[in-house]
């Protein structure tokens, strides 16, 4: 898959950009707070339908204006695509695939696979399990669109048997049973995707890091789940009381979580920066493996953002390296330091584009 050309309107700090790209190499460089992570996340939009770095479609509307539009035009195994999202404010935003306007934006999830190596990854080592959840999720529901559907009508029962935990009476146990009912039936597969997912993802992950830090650490990636403990439905309903007292649910998929280890121990509190980020980097290039193989084997786009900080520089020259591989295909890039990206420019046997970028405006 090819990102041949976007245009970006009143997108953050973009007020109006028209770039046609490299189906090889994009690099943008420029100084922190200029715009290069708006110009990816802009790209992330098309891919996701909404922003990786803030959920709130409004406040990405550049200051001063009262609309946003992201369009693309894709080479898609062979064929022209274009999407475009369209958002005035105080009014539900327009995703459209080819000019027409999808009824529900999760049909989109998996057309434009995409994955993005950025500074806010650090959450899924430091942030709470919803993060690590998250990760598994993103990769999942874009091959398999029958994960994403599950998933939302178990977290439309958890929501609702929430609810009944809440109340001052005592719930109505048929209903309270009907949602559990529901988790159980939406949450054991969603487990099994999960586990398979996992299973199959952990050697390729470990490759990755062993490649990038020259085989210094042993790192491990361990999936833990209340599925474990026995049939889902058992497990929900045996806590009831528990839950009543705390008023939500303490047991289900929504608690799964993923340990990541550095030797024997969690990286969270042995990693040094350097090793927290290659863990990191490690975990995106195996998604990037990983949802390459599966689906509708689409190669998908690669966006790096600011990646090369807090490494030392044999870790730089291996992603370097990595980066350089034809394997890859569309790669997007954004650093300050420029020695980095023509270091890769330098190895890339394809053509590239570089753009500058200040306040906003990128020019090529």
Do not use: W
């Amino acid at each position: 898959m090819i990102l041949n050309h976007i245009t970006i309107l009143n997108y953050k700090n973009i007020k109006e950009a028209e770039l046609d790209f490299s189906p090889n190499i994009n690099c943008f460089v420029g100084s922190n707070g200029e715009g290069k992570t708006n110009v990816l996340d802009a790209i992330y939009f098309l891919s996701f339908t909404k922003s990786a770095t803030n959920a709130v479609d409004s406040q990405n509307v550049r200051h001063g204006e009262e609309f946003f539009m992201i369009q693309g035009l894709y080479d898609l195994n062979g064929n022209t695509e274009e999407v475009s999202c369209g958002l005035k404010l105080h009014q539900k935003k327009q995703f459209k695939r080819n000019k027409k306007a999808y009824k529900k934006l999760a049909e989109h999830i998996g057309l434009l696979p995409l994955i993005l190596v950025s500074p806010n990854d650090h959450e899924l080592i430091l942030g709470g399990s919803d993060e690590r959840r998250r990760f598994m999720d993103i990769v999942i529901s874009q091959y398999n669109p029958t994960y994403m559907s599950l998933l939302m009508r178990y977290n439309a029962a958890l929501q609702q048997r929430n609810i009944l935990l809440k109340q001052e009476e005592e719930p109505d146990a048929e209903i309270m049973s009907a949602y559990e009912e529901v988790m159980a039936n939406c949450g054991e597969p969603i487990y099994k995707m999960r586990n398979e997912f996992i299973t199959e993802f952990i050697p390729v992950f470990q490759n990755y890091y062993a490649r990038i830090s020259g085989n210094h650490e042993l790192v491990g990636l361990t999936y833990t789940s209340h599925c474990q403990r026995g049939p889902l439905l058992e497990v929900i309903q045996r806590d009831r009381a528990k839950d009543r007292a705390v008023g939500f649910s303490l047991h289900g998929i929504h608690k799964d979580d993923l340990t990541m280890t550095l030797g024997d121990y969690p990286i969270k509190r042995e990693g040094s920066q350097g090793q927290n980020k290659t863990y990191l980097i490690s975990l995106k290039l195996a998604q990037f493996n990983f949802l390459k193989q599966t689906g509708s084997k689409t190669t998908p786009l690669l966006l790096l953002d600011d990646i090369f900080d807090k490494l030392d520089a044999n870790r730089v020259e291996q992603i370097i390296n990595l980066a350089s591989d034809e394997a890859f295909g569309q790669i997007f890039i954004t650093d300050t330091n420029r020695e980095n990206l023509d270091r890769i420019l330098e190895r890339s046997q394809g053509d590239y584009k570089i753009f500058n970028v200040k306040g906003g405006v990128i020019n090529e």
